[in-house]
């Protein structure tokens, strides 16, 4: 059920960014307990002048390889469940990519479940 969009300037190999969607999916599936075959991604590489993450917004020093991930997904999760799924992303991108979990910038976006269709015109989840 969720729908992920992650957001990166423009300039990294294909392999690197569908490993983060692949770490990501994982997060999902350990941590926020999504069903296999439950992905649904939207890679978007962004020039530099329109990717815009303040370098030190809550002292956190970023860089030009911030990524930005939105997941939206049904409402319902412990705040204990998100910081796991935070921690899995972060940890993740950073084991299998290099990536500093400071340039790890995640927003979760919860809505009902009849807000969902997936085919047919349908309302699946309603």
Not at 106 to 126: C, D, P, T
Request: charged share 25%.
């Amino acid at each position: 059920m969720p729908l992920a969009r992650i957001d990166l300037v423009q300039g990294k190999s294909a392999d690197y960014r569908h490993t983060i969607g692949d770490v990501l999916y994982d997060a999902m599936i350990s941590t926020l307990n999504v069903p296999k075959d439950d992905r649904f991604q939207i890679i978007t590489e962004h020039a530099g002048s329109d990717f815009v993450a303040d370098p030190t917004y809550l002292d956190i020093q970023r860089t030009a390889d911030c990524v930005i991930i939105q997941v939206t997904l049904n409402q319902g999760r412990t705040v204990e469940v998100k910081k796991a799924f935070y921690k899995a992303v972060a940890d993740g991108l950073h084991q299998r990519l290099g990536l500093r979990r400071e340039d790890v910038f995640i927003s979760l976006v919860e809505v009902a479940k009849e807000n969902w269709s997936f085919g047919n015109g349908e309302a699946q989840y309603a």
